[in-house]
């Protein structure tokens, strides 16, 4: 089974641009969450996406975005780009459920996005 | 608010050594606590689960302990090998679940030969 995967790979934006970012979750898997890894503030969960529904958030502000596609394909979106956006955005898959639950994350190789 | 604690600084130990890495949690109750591998430029690994009524769990060369009441999880590594110098991530699931994950900061790991 192929695993997840994310592009572009790398990325470079400026200061007020908006970025789209996308990921192929495992083949089978409906949940698909977004991180954000900066040195600083480590590993953040952004949103995550179960049968094209956000179900969850973390902490950050509106310009970051997501949505879902119906083959559970995902993209999140960062308007107005800061500097401070700099970061390797990871992706994670797992089957997921219905349920309040927390699965086994299978991650991807992230995106790393600078902005200057 | 939920925090995570690892130990900050840099582990180095020698080949054929056991590697413990400490996980410390507050403001939690945790239903299950996991660990994960990421080398540089890459995703995190996933490799091993342990749920609040486990005790201890094991995966070959790999040991996971889990105290609630201690709020702390012990990551060991027997038999220590260079292959397995990383920085090792552990999370928590979050208060409303739905895949939230809650990450430390992460312990790098330098096994020397």
């Known amino acids: 089974k192929a695993g997840v995967t994310q592009t572009p790979r790398y990325l470079i934006k400026t200061r007020g641009q908006q970025v789209t970012l996308s990921c192929s979750p495992i083949s089978g898997h409906r949940s698909v969450s977004w991180y954000q890894q900066t040195p600083g503030q480590g590993l953040q969960f952004l949103f995550e996406y179960f049968s094209e529904t956000q179900r969850n958030k973390g902490n950050f502000p509106g310009r970051f975005s997501g949505r879902q596609f119906s083959n559970s394909r995902s993209e999140m979106n960062v308007s107005t780009l800061e500097l401070g956006d700099s970061a390797l955005y990871l992706c994670a898959s797992c089957p997921g459920g219905p349920a309040t639950s927390t699965d086994t994350q299978y991650f991807g190789p992230g995106t790393r996005l600078t902005v200057l | 608010s939920q925090k995570i604690e690892q130990n900050s600084e840099a582990l180095n130990i020698q080949e054929g050594k056991t590697a413990t890495l400490t996980c410390n949690y507050t403001?939690?109750?945790?239903?299950?606590l996991q660990w994960y591998r990421q080398d540089p430029g890459r995703g995190p690994v996933f490799l091993l689960l342990?749920?609040?009524?486990?005790k201890e769990k094991r995966k070959e060369r790999l040991k996971v302990t889990f105290d609630t009441t201690l709020k702390q999880s012990l990551f060991h590594i027997t038999a220590s090998q260079p292959a397995d110098s990383a920085t090792y991530l552990c999370a928590l699931d979050s208060v409303g679940g739905y895949n939230k994950l809650i990450f430390g900061a992460g312990t790098r790991l330098a096994v020397h030969p």
């Open positions: 403001n939690y109750s945790p239903a299950y």
């Open positions: 342990i749920r609040e009524n486990e």
